[in-house]
């Protein structure tokens, strides 16, 4: 295949220079970008050249008329499928640690590790679902796909919690029973079926979870002069989705398994699934795809290794050509439209130094083009602000499992309704459906006034109020436990932690449910938006697994402090009860949460610093021919 160099200076064309005389300085006073146009480097990271970020149908066509696909038409159906995900997940969540310990007779602590361990898994491989997404399948195969294991699992769950023959025997097992431990344990056998569907379930959510909010962000046209506008919203309909998915969790569901039992409340989370894969299915002829533009992973080691290899060389070499890209507008990442050269992560730019040596048709792992570059500085750069929420995710994990240990001591009487313990965390969920009804007619305007910010606040300083907000969350839920567990112990009911206090209302518990339900919607609204906008065109599913990942690694981190602190602060031998205490009115949740204050404080402080330095993305239009980069 022929090669053909556009504007390529000749022999004897003076190279950049520097400004203070040192040869191996990245600081030269201008660096060119020069474009060569060669059929092979066009197929090399994407099986084929495709324009920039134009939408195509499901057979991977040019869409002769966009106004047939796309839109809210197209997003709804796409809500639906995420709102089954939410109320499966919730569901399991909030569910499976009294399943374990009523049914499969676990003691609450281990209960609580696997619960979290579980939460963890579905969340932290969201990157193999948004690799899979941005690299071959697309979002929708992949959303296709990963939702029919995720129903695969349920199923698995349903059939766990319906036939006797998967738990343990339930004779003879009253509370007293459960509270000494005399119940008769699950057999091993029996713990890991439960956990193999747990985990299949979780490996389906891991497919669906980075997807779906980006394949229904791609059904709102770039070019549209309220783009962002548009997205915006979309955002926050998407997340008001997530939180009807959990509300129904925490309600319909809660009171299916009081009324019938653990076989339907699980039963009813599959055929909700299923009813929703159905309708996922149906909208299929109204969706916009983006094709997948071949392994980023393959492309991010290609930027290392091409780094690595020219990591002597300077930027001001005699054998300085430029900074290598294929001409016109569209990369040779098929899928992706060029992005504009900036000097973040210098030493990486050496990836795209093209050398006379190089020759007309260099490889891939020894010259990149500038956009490859830039996708992998951009990764780098996003890493720091989904990093600053583990903290918010770890006090999302304690609160889904610690304060329904909290509830099962205080009284949930509201008049002559007695709402179920595991309904409690239905809170957070409508303080978070409460405050997105308010946002545009409320949070806006008045924020607009101070910021002067068009959409009230931008992205990052959504992120930073989710944070802080979360921080009075955790500490309120430190000084409300430190109270109940006085009043437990003043009142005599330090023995029986399963027995509820008449006189001591869990409804305090809804001042640290909401503050949490408001920092959600800040925080991981403002993330997912920021991570969509921010990511390169064909990464849009790996910058969203960043958010996954983050919530994944919250879990993790909860389970692995959690364990830290059973060892550290329990001593059996002296009779001495750790702070998690399966006994929750001789144990220190209090101190816990304090803990995670500090923490949270500390973690906010890290974003202030990594918020600051953050620049966010320009566009820039480029035209063939020759591009003046200025090094600063």
């Known amino acids: ?101 009523y049914v499969m007779h676990r003691p609450f602590s281990s209960s609580s590790n696997v619960v979290n361990n ?84 979780a490996f389906g959510a891991a497919g669906i979870r980075p997807c779906v909010s980006s394949f229904g962000a791609d059904q709102f046209d770039e070019s549209r002069p309220d783009y962002k506008s548009l997205l915006d919203r979309f ?49 299929t002829p109204l969706y916009r795809h983006r094709l997948p533009g071949g392994s980023p992973l393959t492309r991010v080691a290609q930027v290392l290794v091409a780094a690595f290899r020219k990591r002597n060389n300077s930027f001001s ?35 795209a130094l093209q050398l006379k040596e190089d020759g007309p048709n260099p490889s891939p792992w020894r010259l990149c083009t500038v956009t490859q570059v830039e996708e992998v500085k951009i990764l780098l750069k996003l890493i720091p602000v989904p990093a600053c929420t583990i903290m918010l995710n770890v006090i999302l994990t304690e609160f889904l499992t610690l304060s329904v240990q909290q509830a099962y001591t205080l009284n949930t009487h509201m008049g002559h309704l007695k709402l179920p313990v595991t309904c409690m965390p239905v809170f957070p969920g409508l303080s978070i459906f409460l405050i997105l009804s308010l946002y545009y007619s409320t949070f806006v305007p008045i924020s607009r006034r101070i910021t002067g910010h068009p959409h009230g606040a931008s992205q990052l300083q959504r992120v930073g109020i989710g944070l802080l907000v979360s921080i009075l969350s955790v500490a309120w839920a430190g000084a409300f436990e430190r109270y109940r567990r006085n009043y437990a112990i003043k009142h005599e009911y330090d023995a029986n932690f399963l027995v509820p206090m008449p006189n001591l209302s869990a409804y305090w518990l809804l001042i640290q449910y909401c503050l949490i339900g408001i920092a959600e919607v800040f925080c991981i609204v403002g993330l ?53 205490s399966q006994n929750i009115n001789t144990g220190r949740f209090d101190y816990l949460y304090w803990l995670l204050t500090v923490l949270s404080l500390i973690n906010f402080l890290a974003f202030l610093y990594s918020a600051h330095r953050y620049k966010y993305r320009a566009s820039h239009n480029f035209e063939m021919g020759k591009q003046d980069v200025n090094n600063k």
């Open 317 to 351: 070499s005699g054998e300085l050509i430029g900074l290598y890209e294929v001409p016109g507008k569209q990369s040779a990442i098929r899928g992706s439209g060029k992005i504009a050269h900036t000097d973040d992560f210098r030493c990486l730019d050496r990836a």
């Open 528 to 580: 997912l938006e920021f991570l969509y906008e921010e990511a390169p065109d064909a990464m849009k599913s790996i910058g969203s697994a960043y958010a996954a990942l983050a919530g994944g690694l919250g879990c993790f981190v909860a389970s692995i402090l959690n364990s830290i602190i059973k060892s550290v602060t329990g001593n059996p031998g002296k009779g001495q009860p750790s702070w998690l």
């Open 1 to 101: 295949m022929g090669t053909r160099e556009i504007q390529s200076p000749v022999d004897g064309v003076e190279t950049p220079t520097v400004l203070d005389g040192n040869s191996n300085s990245i600081h030269g006073k201008k660096l060119g970008i020069y474009f060569i146009e060669s059929d092979d480097r066009r197929t090399a990271f994407g099986r084929g050249y495709t324009g920039g970020t134009t939408p195509v149908n499901i057979h991977g066509k040019p869409i002769p008329d966009l106004s047939k696909t796309g839109g809210w038409i197209a997003a709804f159906f796409i809500f639906g499928n995420e709102m089954a995900e939410r109320m499966a997940y919730f569901g399991l969540s909030v569910n499976m640690v009294a399943f374990m310990f």
């Open 118 to 201: 579980f939460l963890g898994i579905s969340q932290a491989s969201s990157v193999l679902g948004g690799f899979l997404a941005d690299a071959y399948l697309g979002r929708y195969w992949t959303i296709a796909i990963f939702t029919t294991i995720y129903l695969a699992g349920l199923t698995g769950i349903t059939l766990c919690a319906t036939m006797s023959i998967f738990v343990p025997n339930q004779d003879n097992c009253d509370q007293l029973s459960l509270l000494l431990g005399n119940c008769e344990p699950a057999k091993q056998w029996q713990m890991v079926y439960l956990y193999a569907v747990l985990y299949v379930t």
């Open 235 to 283: 955002f926050n309909f998407f997340y008001l989705s997530v939180t009807i998915g959990a509300i129904l969790a925490f309600t319909a569901v809660v009171y299916i398994q009081i009324k019938h039992g653990w076989g339907a409340a699980f039963g009813s989370l599959a055929a909700a699934m299923g009813i929703s894969n159905m309708v996922f299915f149906i909208g």
